[in-house]
């Protein structure tokens, strides 16, 4: 594909894809382990809240959206702790409280012009080269951290009491991972919306554990999942001049899906 890979937007959105594809892919297999795929759902769209504000306030909506994902990631990881609610409890609460606060701070800027789509949908193909620096940030100082305390999240992903017996700060790995986890979808925004990119957040953890038989090969499969899909849905997204936010995802799971029904076939004839 000679031709699109002449103009830098595209080469800038290919490589945005790649990096932050390995950020998703080392992030999902943790939310799909310790059962927290509702819980990327509700941090994204809390991220809405966090825009409206911005906006409200006449701040930068990514800062503001950073700041909320960030307080409301760790208020739901206190509330489901010290109210012995479930997580999906507090994710529901969150969600619907966040999405209303949005409504309504959008509802009270009257005359103001706001491209909603734009962070619902998010739109790879325009993002800047500060956009590709901050991704390629994150995945410097996200990725390190992750390998330094590998075994231990995966002991704490598991068995979370027997990791605390054991002298794991199992709170500290915890709220690190939650605050993680909203950075990292706010900085992909942007990129593939707020209602899409928690699905990138579930789907490369689930297709890895699906195929993989062994922790050490599943979190190399989960990233290699989400480079190959955002990168391919991005070309296809060319070829078939559709939005490419929704055409990765639509790929994503329709390879995941493909796998699900092979796997279960296999299984059946074996």
């Known amino acids: 594909m000679p031709g699109i890979l002449d103009y830098s937007f595209f080469r800038l959105a290919l490589l945005t894809a790649v990096f932050a594809g390995v950020l998703f892919g080392v992030l999902s297999f943790f939310i799909y382990s310790r059962k927290m795929a509702f819980l990327g759902v ?29 307080l409301t990631a760790i208020i739901i ?25 949005g409504a309504f701070f ?3 800027k009257k005359g103001y012009s ?22 390629i940030l994150a ?8 390998l330094f305390f590998l075994r231990k999240i995966i002991y704490l992903s598991f068995d979370e009491e027997s990791a605390y017996i054991s002298g794991v700060k199992t709170a500290f790995l915890d709220y690190s991972l939650l605050v993680i986890l909203a950075v990292v979808i706010v900085l992909t925004i942007k990129i593939i919306g707020i209602i899409l990119v928690s699905a990138l957040v579930i789907l490369p953890g ?4 699906l195929v993989s038989r062994s922790y050490k090969s599943v979190i190399a499969v989960s990233v290699i999942f989400s480079v190959a899909t955002m990168t391919s849905g991005l070309f296809l997204s060319y070829l ?14 329709f390879v995941y899906f493909l796998a699900l029904g092979s796997v279960r076939l296999i299984k059946k004839t074996v």
């Open 206 to 209: 689930s297709f890895a554990v």
């Open 139 to 146: 995945d410097i100082t996200i990725i390190p951290f992750v």
């Open 240 to 253: 078939a001049d559709t939005p490419p936010g929704a055409t990765i995802t639509i790929f994503a799971s």
């Open 42 to 70: 509700g941090i994204s769209h809390a991220a809405f809240g966090g825009v409206a504000l911005g906006v409200f306030f006449g701040m930068n909506p990514f800062v503001s959206a950073l700041i909320f994902c960030v």
């Open 114 to 135: 706001f491209d909603l789509s734009g962070y619902l949908f998010g739109n790879i193909l325009a993002v800047s080269e500060k956009d590709l620096l901050l991704v």
């Open 77 to 101: 990881g206190k509330v489901s702790k010290s109210a012995n609610i479930s997580v999906n409890t507090s994710v529901g609460i969150f969600f619907s409280l966040s999405m209303a606060l």
């Open 106 to 108: 959008i509802s009270m």
